[in-house]
Nanobody, 123 residues
Framework: QVQLVESGGGLVQAGGSLRLSCAASGRTFSDTIGWFRQAPGKERDFVAAINWSGGRTNYADSVKGRFTISRDIAKNTVYLQMTSLKPEDTAVYYC?????????????????WGQGTQVTVSS
């Protein structure tokens, strides 16, 4: 069993930056770590994913060029650096891990989830 804890959320003005962290405990991450977000009344959507061993990344079109996912193997932590934030980025951000068989953008590929961290971007 792996426990995931997100941190780094907060309130930021449009155009600002935040860095989210996802730390694993219990055991290390499964082969893929994803970041998802959920705004009130909306579905939980894919944001970014990274392969733990090889570092290969995937991004949603809406965040390409603005967000960067990375990992620190020594610290057992995954980061999501968010820049040029927009009000539409406001959501609860979740990290998840799992052995992805088909598509890292699919939330059903992940079987361990963190509790989420709120990101609010003011205009």
């Amino acid at each position: 069993q792996v426990q995931l804890v997100e941190s780094g959320g907060g309130l930021v003005q449009a155009g600002g930056s935040l860095r989210l962290s996802c730390a694993a405990s219990g055991r290390t991450f499964s082969d893929t770590i994803g970041w998802f977000r959920q705004a009130p009344g909306k579905e939980r959507d894919f944001v970014a994913a990274i392969n733990w061993s090889g570092g290969r990344t995937n991004y949603a079109d809406s965040v390409k060029g603005r967000f960067t996912i990375s990992r620190d193997i020594a610290k057992n932590t995954v980061y999501l650096q968010m820049t040029s934030l927009k009000p539409e980025d406001t959501a609860v951000y979740y990290c998840a891990t799992g052995r992805v068989l088909r598509d890292p953008r699919g939330k059903f590929e992940y079987n361990y989830w963190g509790q989420g961290t709120q990101v609010t971007v003011s205009s």
